[in-house]
């Protein structure tokens, strides 16, 4: 079983960046990350496989969120940029017992506790 640990949440304001992590207990697969603001459903934000080469994008954060990872530490990261306060939710990463990237959260196996990520106008 894998323990995932999120971190690096807080408050920004909007135009800012930020960058979460995702701390492994063990080896992984495809990662990803999604986020559930308040009132709404959990959504997918990015995944990337394990060797990093394929990676793939919500619509809604392309071209400002930039996911990648560090195999040697276990670690998965996700670089937001240009941050608006819709990206305002409590983001989780997530781990897929088998490889292959995907947007379905029901695909994956086991899941962070989450950080907040606050975006102020």
């Known amino acids: 079983q894998v323990q995932l640990v999120e971190s690096g949440g807080g408050l920004v304001q909007a135009g800012g960046s930020l960058r979460v992590s995702c701390a492994a207990s063990?080896?992984?697969?495809?990662m990803g990350w999604f986020r559930q603001a308040p009132g709404k459903e959990r959504e997918f934000v990015a995944t990337?496989?394990?060797?990093?080469?394929?990676?793939y994008y919500a619509d809604s954060v392309k071209g400002r969120f930039t996911i990648s990872r560090d195999n040697a530490k276990n670690t998965v990261y996700l670089q937001m940029s240009s941050l608006k306060p819709e990206d305002t939710a409590v983001y989780y990463c997530?781990?897929?017992?088998?490889?292959?990237?995907?947007?379905?959260?029901?695909?994956?196996?086991?899941w962070g506790q989450g950080t907040q990520v606050t975006v102020s106008s």
């Open positions: 997530a781990s897929r017992d088998r490889g292959g990237i995907s947007p379905l959260s029901s695909l994956y196996d086991y």
């Open positions: 063990g080896r992984t697969l495809t």
């Open positions: 990337i496989s394990r060797s990093g080469d394929s990676t």
